[in-house]
């Protein structure tokens, strides 16, 4: 890993948390799954804003993106990434923000990431 690598990395993890790097690179992948849902494009495809989404609608992303990467085993996998709530996807979201590797628009917060869904509830069978 490049010196810079490494320290966008120990940046991440001071800003977010001990998360692992699974952790951050399925959060970058459930993105690009969730705009395709909601816009039918990736990001970057376009720079219209209009292919915005809320920190809700990527939480459920997240959710549907995981469920079918891990079946039932979504809430475990995310468990051992100690994922355990959509607050720490938040987390997640904010600490690649703050290191240039996502970006945010007017009247984002972190706030949107707060109680979307239960973990229990939203992976069980």
């Known amino acids: 890993m490049s010196d810079a690598m490494q320290t966008v990395w120990q940046e ?3 800003k977010a948390g001990p998360y692992p790097r699974e952790a951050y690179d399925f959060v970058r992948a459930g993105l690009t ?3 395709q849902m909601i816009h039918g494009e990736t990001p970057g495809d376009s720079e219209d804003e209009s292919r915005h989404i809320s920190g809700k609608q990527l939480c459920l992303g997240l959710r549907d993106y995981a ?3 891990y079946g ?3 809430r475990t996998v995310l468990g051992r990434w100690g994922v355990r709530s959509t607050e720490d996807f938040g987390r997640i979201v904010y600490a690649m923000v703050d290191a240039g590797l996502m970006r945010t628009a007017e009247g984002d917060s972190f706030e949107e990431f707060r109680g979307v869904f239960d973990f229990d509830e939203g992976f069980a069978d």
Request: aromatic share 0%; hydrophobic share 35%; net charge positive.
């Open 12 to 14: 991440l993890r001071d």
């Open 33 to 35: 799954h969730t705009v």
């Open 67 to 69: 469920t079918h990467r």
């Open 72 to 74: 039932r085993l979504a």
